[in-house]
């Protein structure tokens, strides 16, 4: 018995350790929306500009300026090509400020969002999770699906999980704005300059 106390010494600490992932948010109903923060390394080895303290209508304001490419329209599932609707980013918008204030240099801030995108009477929710850092004065957004069609239901407590998992995006491309150009290696990063006047750019 004695043997076994410091293995479970280290479990405990591990489970508690803030280097794994913290939920800031979930949402009881959809275990698909929520803010999290997560460990996470820069693949170029930048070191991250976190905590980091955002204003919220500067948040709004680019999330607001996102875009999804021309084609998107070409789908017919879709009446604009606004990559996040207005009542999703009001509402998350404060927990992702909260979750960049309490992320450390070695973690990332990950966001999964239904948006619920009705196909005339057909119902049509399209998932998007990003996950999100700051190097500099630039906000990093790493796409890792995109308006990815969910199947079933996937707020079933015991099914759910594995719909979202398997859930793929429909082939939409994203398309960078002022101030904003995709990462190095990837069109699913866009990298975000935190210096341009963004409520003036998302409202133009």
């Known amino acids: 018995m004695k043997k076994s106390l410091p293995l479970i010494s280290l479990l405990m ?6 280097a794994l992932a913290e939920t800031i948010y979930k949402q009881p109903n959809n275990q698909a929306n929520y803010v999290k923060i997560e460990k996470f390394k820069s693949e170029d080895g930048a070191t991250l500009n976190q905590p980091y303290t955002f204003d919220e209508t500067q948040l709004r304001a680019i999330l ?9 329209i070409l789908l017919k599932e879709s009446k604009d090509r606004d990559l996040y609707e207005v009542e999703y980013i009001d509402k998350f918008v404060p927990y992702i400020v909260q979750a960049f204030a309490k992320a450390k240099p070695n973690q990332a801030v990950v966001w999964s969002v239904v948006q619920k995108r009705p196909y005339f009477i057909i119902r049509n929710d399209k998932l998007t ?19 990815a069609k969910l199947q079933g239901d996937y707020q079933a407590k015991t099914t759910g999980q594995k719909l979202i998992d398997e859930a793929k995006s429909i082939g939409v491309t994203i398309e960078p704005q002022q101030g904003q150009k995709f990462g190095l290696n990837s069109t699913d990063e866009l990298i975000i300059d935190l210096k341009a006047d963004w409520p003036t750019i998302s409202a133009n």
């Open 129 to 147: 999770i990003v996950r999100m850092w700051v190097v500099g004065d630039e906000l990093h957004m790493d796409f890792v699906k995109t308006e």
């Open 13 to 18: 600490f591990t489970l508690s350790s803030p």
């Open 64 to 72: 607001s300026s996102l875009k999804y490419g021309k084609k998107l």
